[in-house]
């Protein structure tokens, strides 16, 4: 819900600035003294920090980029494109995830492999992370797992705008995945050589039928678990 702003002019104290600066100075002098030598501020940011000798504030500030502090279990890192055994995308170029993406920030063409008439492909695979909004959304709507959010990685920081638009190759990374319910593996692709055919069959595990990225085979992000942490926070509230 956007703020109210009461549109007025300033009034006499404001104009003056000095009663404001005052009070700024005192607020942070406030806060200061308060961490130096009393209870810490509650922020559970400053809690976790060590507290350093007399005389030295404990407020100082993380020393990035030599001192990074640990991404939390739910972050939501930078995508990438899960691989199957073969080193090939899981995806299907079915387009949920471009669908689904509020931001649309994702762009697909499809490719059909010449040797297999059902599958597809995605011949272009791009990701604008400067459009995306870390929403997860592409993640839950994928019905291969073949695009996560568990990199654990943000986005580097580049000069030049085309350096933020992640395609297919570089978006393909990781662990690889296998399901025994996966095509592929099922119905059998003449792409794959039988014997690694049947090395991908022997690696695959079953579905889960909870199927959350939790039964990922890597550990990965949940927006399930985090909208129910937050569902939870909500009745606990009231």
């Given at each position: 819900?956007?703020?109210?702003?009461?549109?007025?002019?300033?009034?006499?104290?404001?104009?003056?600035?000095?009663?404001?600066?005052?009070?700024?100075?005192?607020?942070?002098?406030?806060?200061?003294?308060?961490?130096?030598?009393?209870?810490?501020?509650?922020?559970?940011?400053?809690?976790?920090?060590?507290?350093?000798?007399?005389?030295?504030a404990d407020n100082?500030?993380?020393?990035?980029?030599?001192?990074?502090?640990?991404?939390?279990?739910?972050?939501?890192?930078l995508h990438r494109?899960?691989?199957?055994?073969?080193?090939?995308?899981?995806?299907?170029?079915?387009?949920?995830?471009?669908?689904?993406?509020?931001?649309?920030?994702?762009?697909?063409?499809?490719?059909?492999?010449?040797?297999?008439?059902?599958?597809?492909?995605?011949?272009?695979?791009?990701?604008?992370?400067?459009?995306?909004?870390?929403?997860?959304?592409?993640?839950?709507?994928c019905p291969k797992?073949?695009?996560?959010?568990?990199?654990?990685?943000?986005?580097?920081?580049?000069?030049?705008?085309?350096?933020?638009?992640?395609?297919?190759?570089?978006?393909?990374?990781?662990?690889?995945?296998?399901?025994?319910?996966?095509?592929?593996?099922?119905?059998?692709?003449?792409?794959?050589?039988?014997?690694?055919?049947?090395?991908?069959?022997?690696?695959?595990?079953?579905?889960?039928?909870?199927?959350?990225?939790?039964?990922?085979?890597?550990?990965?992000?949940?927006?399930?678990?985090?909208?129910?942490?937050?569902?939870?926070?909500?009745?606990?509230?009231?």
């Amino acid at each position: 819900m956007p703020y109210q702003i009461e549109n007025r002019p300033p009034d006499l104290r404001e104009r003056m600035y000095f009663p404001e600066i005052i009070r700024g100075i005192g607020a942070v002098t406030k806060h200061f003294l308060r961490n130096l030598f009393f209870t810490r501020d509650k922020n559970p940011d400053i809690l976790e920090r060590r507290r350093g000798e007399f005389g030295w504030a404990d407020n100082v500030t993380l020393q990035y980029p030599e001192e990074r502090a640990p991404y939390p279990p739910g972050y939501r890192g930078l995508h990438r494109l899960v691989p199957r055994e073969d080193g090939r995308a899981r995806c299907v170029a079915c387009y949920m995830c471009a669908t689904a993406c509020p931001a649309q920030c994702i762009y697909i063409e499809a490719g059909e492999y010449a040797d297999d008439p059902i599958e597809k492909y995605p011949v272009k695979f791009v990701i604008d992370e400067l459009r995306c909004i870390v929403c997860g959304f592409c993640v839950e709507a994928c019905p291969k797992d073949a695009i996560r959010m568990d990199s654990g990685e943000h986005t580097p920081p580049s000069y030049e705008r085309g350096a933020q638009i992640w395609d297919e190759k570089r978006l393909l990374r990781g662990p690889p995945v296998s399901y025994q319910y996966d095509p592929w593996l099922r119905r059998g692709s003449p792409s794959i050589p039988a014997e690694k055919l049947e090395e991908m069959r022997a690696r695959a595990r079953p579905f889960s039928t909870v199927a959350t990225d939790e039964y990922a085979q890597t550990p990965g992000f949940s927006v399930r678990a985090l909208a129910q942490e937050a569902k939870d926070r909500a009745e606990r509230a009231k």
